[in-house]
Nanobody, 121 residues
Framework: QVQLVESGGGLVQAGGSLRLSCTAS????????MGWYRQAPGKQRETVAT???????NYAESVKGRFTISRNNAKNTVYLQMNSLKPEDTAPYYC???????????????WGQGTQVTVSS
């Protein structure tokens, strides 16, 4: 079984910073694309940032210049550094990853349980 566990959420004032981490564990042959998503109450899920296995990144327009996604393949971990946080960044944040459990298996998408980020004005 594969499990993704997020950490690093919390309460911060506007303008502050947080760093989220998401670590994959279990039967893992390879980690492909990884990403962070958020879904505020009453809103659609938003793709915040994604990163490929080679390190190519993409960001939502709303977070460009403020958030940075990175990964440590040796630790099976993806990070989201969030700076200059705004109240509208408040939401639960979820990570996901495309994971192969063996060389010949097709990748499957796994999700973490979410970590709450709250930004006060």
């Amino acid at each position: 079984q594969v499990q993704l566990v997020e950490s690093g959420g919390g309460l911060v004032q506007a303008g502050g910073s947080l760093r989220l981490s998401c670590t994959a564990s279990g039967s893992i042959f390879s980690l492909d694309d990884m990403g962070w998503y958020r879904q505020a109450p009453g809103k659609q899920r938003e793709t915040v940032a994604t990163i490929t296995s080679c390190g190519s990144t993409n960001y939502a327009e709303s977070v460009k210049g403020r958030f940075t996604i990175s990964r440590n393949n040796a630790k099976n971990t993806v990070y989201l550094q969030m700076n200059s946080l705004k109240p509208e960044d408040t939401a639960p944040y979820y990570c996901n990853a495309d994971i192969k459990y063996s060389r010949y298996a097709s990748p499957r998408v796994y999700w973490g349980q979410g970590t709450q980020v709250t930004v006060s004005s």
